[in-house]
């Protein structure tokens, strides 16, 4: 089962069908590394089979950028707009792996996302999960998807 390959088709599916934008796709990075500085965080749990939580770290420019594609105007600040787009954009790359899980028999439930804005936080818990991060480029600048779970079957 190729996690980080499932994050890299589901990011690069939403992104090239909702945004019409190719993304420049790193390798995936299993454990701990691959931080990005990040302003904004959208992030979902998971539950049932699969327990954990997926996440989309992103610089400001970045969560701007995205949103300002994914809303057809020009986005100036981390406002409202940008909270929910980005949040949008976790739920569609959540909802990809929820297919791939299912595609190895595994359930699972996804959460409303919660987005966090500001420069200094870390996500804590989860103690013995798996850990993937794949850092994407997207317009010259980098944001980070990342996936910690556990297999709770």
Do not use: W
Not at 86 to 114: C, R, W, Y
């Amino acid at each position: 089962m190729d996690v980080g390959q499932a994050i890299i088709e589901g990011t690069e599916e939403v992104f090239s069908t909702m945004l019409m934008v190719e993304l420049e796709t790193g390798k995936p990075i299993e454990g701990e590394g691959g931080e990005v500085e990040s302003n904004l965080t959208s992030m979902l749990g998971l539950g049932k089979d699969i327990k954990g939580m997926l996440a989309v770290h992103c610089p400001a420019s970045v969560a701007k950028d995205i949103t300002g594609t994914f809303l057809g105007m020009e986005v100036t600040e981390l406002d409202d707009d940008v909270k929910d787009a980005i949040g949008e954009i976790a739920n569609m790359v959540a909802g990809s792996l929820k297919i791939f899980f299912q595609e190895h028999d595994l359930s699972i439930e996804l959460a409303i996302p919660t987005t966090i804005v500001g420069k200094s936080f870390h996500t804590a818990g989860m103690s013995g999960a798996t850990r993937v991060a794949v850092p994407f480029t997207m317009n010259g600048a980098t944001f980070l998807v990342e996936l910690k779970y556990v297999d709770a079957t």
